[in-house]
């Protein structure tokens, strides 16, 4: 068997191969050169992130590693433009959690298949993917410790511009 790449295993996520999904596999790393200091799930776990190559038109990627090993703890795949419709097969996940992707709340809109290595965020409507996450399996609480990602972002005030006096 050909061992799987960062890249094969984003460009499954970006085909939507979700009900085939089993989780990351062992041992894939990454050793890279262009890389930020991060955190993941509640307890904040240190983590490094990598940016990807986009996997697909309309869709990027990036990874988390164990700081130690460089082992890919965590991947994503998350739509730009044209996010593709909520898969047939996958089924009812272990648990739906409310998300916040980017400034907009989704009430149940992270479906957690833990026992499978996935992760799915969906649009505000639920009919389609915004967000993949695969990881190795496990169970829910140990997802949402230690690897879920949050998704908010915060708006900053406008700035003005121009000089003192105006």
């Known amino acids: 068997m050909t061992p799987q790449t960062i890249s094969s ?16 596999p062992p041992g ?14 509640e307890r904040g ?23 130690d090993t460089g ?20 089924g009812e996940p272990d648990r739906r959690e409310d998300v916040i992707d ?15 290595g996935l992760a799915v965020v969906t649009s505000p409507d639920g009919r389609h993917v915004r967000h993949a996450f695969g990881f190795a399996p496990t169970s829910v609480d140990a997802y949402a410790r230690d690897l879920r990602v949050g998704l908010a972002v915060t ?5 003005t511009h121009g000089g003192a006096g105006r």
């Open 102 to 116: 980017g400034l907009v709340a989704v009430a149940g809109g992270e479906w957690v298949y833990a026992g499978r």
């Open 45 to 67: 776990l240190p983590a490094v992130l990598v940016h990807l190559d986009d996997p697909a038109p309309g869709c990027s990627a990036r990874a988390w590693t164990d700081p």
């Open 9 to 24: 295993l984003a460009a499954a996520l970006a085909a939507g191969q979700y009900p085939d999904w089993s989780g990351l």
């Open 28 to 41: 894939v790393t990454l050793d890279p050169a262009d890389a930020q200091p991060a955190a993941l799930g």
């Open 71 to 90: 082992r890919v703890v965590l991947l994503e795949v998350a739509w730009t433009a044209a996010p593709p419709e909520w898969p047939a097969g996958l």
């Open 155 to 159: 708006r900053r005030p406008p700035t």
